[in-house]
């Protein structure tokens, strides 16, 4: 069937997307490989069953080192997501990094925004997969070269990596605007947070660390 566009926001722009069956379907979500987009699955996604009692009704195969699921649903919704600077995806700012975690916490944005409970890609799909497993039904990965790393350093990976990318998301949810203060408060505010600094220190550091607002 026809496809439906969709866009994620994030911090940066948005993460485009193509959706395939009914946005109450069971999620399957399709992961492209590095320098592809979402049009991977194009000529793919028509194949797929769209669900079923049978065993072909329970089988969602998605390649390109992706992930599959096997679900027992009457109903299916393929989306497949442009990561970052590919597709139709907003770039990451000029200078910027794109590593791996980078695209694993992309993934987990557009499963929230989606309601997913499901799949992801190659690399990148494993690292979800090990990082976010209650999130996951089932992964099998083509043409992959698997997730190098040493079995001592697993457990310590995962908890630093995965509370890496909890915190980052946790305080773009609680950002506020900056607050506006006086003077004379920002700099009582700065020596109560900074108790080893001296008010003159902290005066010069205000002259260029804050922004005077029209309001003075």
């Known amino acids: 069937g026809m496809s439906s566009e969709v866009k994620f926001p994030v911090p940066w722009g948005h993460v485009a997307a193509k959706a395939w069956g009914p946005p109450q379907g069971h999620p399957v979500l399709c992961l492209h490989g590095w320098l592809d987009n979402a049009n991977t699955f194009d000529r793919l996604i028509p194949l797929l ?6 065993w072909l009704g329970r089988l969602c195969a998605v390649l390109q080192g992706c992930v599959t ?3 027992c649903l009457s109903g299916h919704r393929y989306v497949a997501m442009d990561f970052s600077g590919h597709g139709l995806s907003s770039h990451r700012p000029a200078g910027s990094l794109y ?3 980078d695209y694993v916490s992309e993934v987990l944005r557009v499963a929230a925004g989606e309601q997913l409970k499901g799949t992801p890609k190659g690399m990148f799909a494993q690292g979800f997969c090990f990082l976010y497993p209650e999130m996951v039904d089932k992964l099998i990965l083509l043409e992959s070269i698997g997730f190098l790393l ?14 890496m990318i909890d915190n980052l998301l946790s305080l773009e949810v609680k950002q506020q605007p900056p607050k506006v203060r006086s003077p004379e408060a920002a700099l009582q505010r700065l020596l109560e947070a900074n108790t080893h600094l001296t008010a003159q220190s902290g005066q010069v550091l205000l002259q260029r660390g804050a922004t005077v607002t029209p309001t003075g």
Do not use: C, Q
């Open 150 to 163: 040493a079995p001592e350093d697993i457990e310590e990976w995962l908890s630093s990596k995965r509370m």
């Open 69 to 71: 699921h096997v679900l």
């Open 49 to 54: 069953p769209a669900g079923g009692p049978g």
């Open 99 to 101: 590593h791996f975690l």
